[in-house]
Antibody
Framework: QVQLVQSGAGVTKPGASFEISCKASGYTFSTHSIYWVRQAPGQSLEWMGW????????KYSQKFQSRVTLSRDTSATTAYLTLLSSTSEDTAVYYC?????????????WGPGSLVTVSS | QSVLTQPPSVSGAPGQRVTISCTGSSSDIGAGYEVHWYQQLPGTAPKLLIYGKGYRPSGVPDRFSGSRSGTSASLAITGLQAEDEADYYC???????????FGGGTKLTVL
């Protein structure tokens, strides 16, 4: 069965960077892109970017383009999100999700989410 | 502010039918990009509910259905049950920006 297991972040200080990992299992990692979506407290879902697990190419939301890096390790079947220069507005639950299809993909499996709290 | 517009809340009594709208523009839904729907129960990750032309993943009851017309889409839930109380989100794509778009979410209350 498809599983996405997330780890990382937690509490981080303003101005610091943080990384969240997303380990995939139950399918061939390189055949699906990994999407990253965040949800601030009480807010809607916000797309941050996606990475092609086969070739490592990434597409970023314009909002996060300068501060986010997506990467993956195919041997570890793991995708990573790194966010730089965090502020309190980055406090959110961060989800990774598997994309199905090309452009206009839907997200068929989601990780449980990683809570990141940016606070001094 | 979300690019896809959803009503903040809808409600219905058990057994009734409710619909949730998702309004976009000529750059996204109107450009032919598919609309997908997710259900998010409190404290959990979103779950895929409807994808593409109204398809349901395995395990999703046929009480849930999706449709699209012009620059809008709708999610319909018939035979409302208490367990349907959740937040619902639509998702599409924007060809001009290459972006993934989510709606603002709709909270469904079962009375």
């Amino acid at each position: 069965q498809v599983q996405l297991v997330q780890s990382g972040a937690g509490v981080t200080k303003p101005g610091a960077s943080f990384e969240i990992s997303c380990k995939a299992s139950g399918y061939t990692f390189s055949t699906h892109s990994i999407y990253w979506v965040r949800q601030a407290p009480g807010q809607s879902l916000e797309w941050m970017g996606w990475i092609n697990a086969a070739n490592g190419n990434a597409k970023y939301s314009q909002k996060f383009q300068s501060r986010v890096t997506l990467s993956r390790d195919t041997s570890a079947t793991t995708a990573y999100l790194t966010l730089l220069s965090s502020t309190s507005e980055d406090t959110a639950v961060y989800y990774c999700a598997r994309g199905f299809g090309g452009y206009g993909a839907f997200l068929d499996f989601w990780g449980p989410g990683s809570l990141v709290t940016v606070s001094s | 502010q979300s690019v896809l517009t959803q009503p903040p809340s809808v409600s219905g009594a058990p057994g009734q039918r409710v619909t949730i709208s998702c309004t976009g523009s000529s750059s996204d839904i109107g450009a032919g990009y598919e609309v997908h729907w997710y259900q998010q129960l409190p404290g959990t990750a979103p779950k895929l509910l409807i994808y593409g032309k109204g398809y349901r993943p395995s395990g999703v009851p046929d009480r849930f259905s999706g449709s699209r017309s012009g620059t809008s889409a709708s999610l319909a839930i018939t035979g409302l049950q208490a367990e349907d109380e959740a937040d619902y989100y639509c998702q599409s794509s924007d060809g001009s920006l290459g972006a993934v778009l989510f709606g603002g979410g709709t909270k469904l209350t079962v009375l």
